[in-house]
């Protein structure tokens, strides 16, 4: 083993149509690839982490981070739920290390900041992701990167809670367009 880890950065396509191509940016990327699933194009990085290397992730929650509880979800298709779905993990049952590792929704293929892992999943399922959990041991990620500021929004407090409140925002949307 050459002390490297891989992991997979999963995030929808909500902004760009274009396949990421960072030759000499991050040597750490492996492969991406692009897939289309009910009609959602989605963008797939494979990372190569290397010890003492940090990869990016988001230090703060970005405004429509779908893990605040004041987030409007609503926004956010099936699609985005089932990829937060094979993301998840708890106590006792944590995500495997071919799980994905969830990327800001904002962050999209060839942009300055391309898949950075978001703050707000890190510090809700982050612990419980056998991927992260490795990327902390390697020094690629800073382990208080999963816990939320003290400053920061309420979140949902994990994935059962978030489809909760998904849920109940989309009953009250339908109520509304009645």
């Given amino acids: 083993m050459n002390g490297d880890l891989s992991t997979t950065s999963t995030a929808p396509l909500g902004y760009s149509n274009t396949t990421v191509s960072r030759p000499g940016r991050d040597a750490s990327v492996q492969e991406v690839s692009r897939e289309n699933t009910g009609g959602e ?3 797939a990085a494979v990372y190569r982490l290397q010890p003492g290397v940090e990869h990016e992730f988001r230090k703060w929650r970005c405004t429509r981070c779908p893990w605040r509880t004041d ?3 609503t926004a956010f298709s099936e699609q985005d739920m089932d990829m937060l779905r094979r993301a998840d993990g708890g106590p006792g049952a944590e995500a495997p290390l071919d799980a994905p590792v969830v990327g800001c929704h904002l962050d999209q293929p060839d942009t300055a900041h391309a898949f950075r892992w978001c703050a707000g999943w890190l510090a809700t399922v982050g612990e419980y992701h056998l991927a992260i959990r490795l990327a902390i041991a390697f ?5 208080d ?3 939320p500021r003290a400053n920061w929004p ?3 407090a994990s994935l059962e809670a978030l489809l909760a409140g998904r849920a109940g925002h989309l009953r009250q949307d339908a109520s509304v367009c009645r």
Avoid: F
């Avoid at 020094?139 to 382990?143: R, S, Y």
């Fill in 145 to 147: 990167a999963v816990t």
């Fill in 154 to 156: 309420r979140l949902y």
């Fill in 71 to 73: 987030a409007d979800l």
């Fill in 139 to 143: 020094e690629a990620l800073p382990g």
């Fill in 41 to 43: 194009d989605r963008a």
